[in-house]
């Protein structure tokens, strides 16, 4: 009898263990303005994660593919999240306020911007801790791209060199899933 009682324990508690797992939006953040948000309030949408800064030679293009793809998809269904960092050639130097002005002012930005913050090595951002232990890859430069799911998984990562464009049928195939997904609740 013993073994059975110990089979249903042990099956109890996995699955507990399980919901208990943190997932993407389970995380707190201080946003480019201070405040102090909890990312569950993109739960139920595609995300994609990004460490951005404003002097490096993929800025231009990617805050320009970055902003189209929010236009596009969000804020409903999708948003850029956008994490500026300076560990990747010291190309993010200004201060949050001066980065949210010149990236709304110069790319007319509308999507999340967050606070400044280190995400590799010992004084990584929790955060980042979870998206490179979820996916196996550690960003090396600047514009790495996580992409999470509805439920806070992490699906895949891009480095740099890999366009917003090459990713956009990707993004494009989650966010119509979720329309397709909610059409049918109706």
């Given at each position: ?48 994660v990004v460490n951005v ?134």
């Amino acid at each position: 009898m013993l073994p059975a009682a110990l089979t249903v324990f042990v099956t109890l508690f996995f699955s507990l263990t399980e919901s208990k797992q943190k997932d993407f939006y389970t995380f707190k953040v201080v946003n480019s303005r201070g405040k102090l948000v909890s990312l569950e309030k993109y739960r139920g949408s595609v995300s994609l994660v990004v460490n951005v800064a404003s002097e490096c030679g993929f800025t231009d293009e990617h805050y320009r593919e970055l902003q189209q793809l929010q236009r596009d998809f969000g804020p409903s269904h999708f948003n850029v999240l956008a994490f500026p960092c300076n560990q990747f050639g010291q190309q993010e130097p200004g201060s949050d306020k001066e980065i949210d002005s010149f990236v709304r002012r110069v790319y007319g930005v509308s999507f999340p911007l967050f606070s400044k913050i280190a995400i590799v090595g010992t004084g990584a951002n929790n955060v980042y801790k979870y998206l490179i232990e979820a996916s196996g890859k550690e960003p090396d430069w600047n514009f790495w791209k996580y992409l999470v799911d509805v439920n806070g998984k992490v699906v895949d990562a891009w480095g740099p060199k890999v366009s917003v464009k090459e990713i956009r049928p990707k993004i494009a195939d989650m966010v119509r899933q979720i329309i397709v997904g909610k059409r049918d609740e109706l």
